[in-house]
């Protein structure tokens, strides 16, 4: 099968996944890493997750309020527009500075639920597959926001997964 056959076939399988089941997606994933290796295919899975997250953006960054505050907007638009998710049910901030805001999310998360079942390590899958998604997403809404994940902290090595959104300079 051809590079790009592949990569159409995780894209067909991420389109058609339920929201809030991971566990086909990360199976197929697994099936293609087989021939292509697991980096490339969670490349692959990245560069999805970023085309869908950047066109919703796309569809409701005019809509949205924005503050003064882009570590606020980015939070915002990323966390409770786009993901749903809202603190406390969902998480906490547990630093909010001018230039850096910490959050702990313990929300339900089809990807860990992926992982425990498959017995993959979420510390790689997040790190390969999700991180720079939303760092484009949020790049987007401020080319200042840097996005950083505590690795040591991220469910199941954790009771949360530890998120961090900078405003650099």
């Not at 503050?67 to 906490?92: A, I």
Request: aromatic residues 10%.
């Amino acid at each position: 099968m051809a590079v790009e056959e592949y990569y159409r076939l995780i894209k067909q399988v991420y389109q058609n996944t339920k929201r809030g089941d991971s566990t086909q997606l990360l199976g197929s994933v697994l099936s293609v890493a087989d021939d292509l290796g697991l980096d490339r295919a969670l490349a692959y899975l990245g560069q999805c997750v970023t085309e869908k997250r950047l066109a919703w953006l796309d569809e409701n960054l005019d809509r949205m309020v924005q503050t003064e505050d882009p570590l606020l907007n980015g939070y915002r638009l990323f966390y409770e527009s786009y993901l749903g998710l809202s603190t406390p049910r969902d998480g906490e901030i547990v630093e909010h500075t001018g230039k850096k805001m910490v959050t702990r999310w313990w929300n339900r998360c089809s990807t860990l639920e992926a992982c425990r079942e498959l017995n993959l390590d979420t510390r790689e899958i997040c790190k390969k597959a999700y991180h720079s998604p939303v760092q484009a997403f949020l790049s987007r809404v401020n080319p200042k926001l840097r996005f950083e994940r505590n690795y040591q902290a991220l469910r199941p090595h954790s009771a949360y997964c530890e998120e961090i959104i900078l405003l650099d300079e």
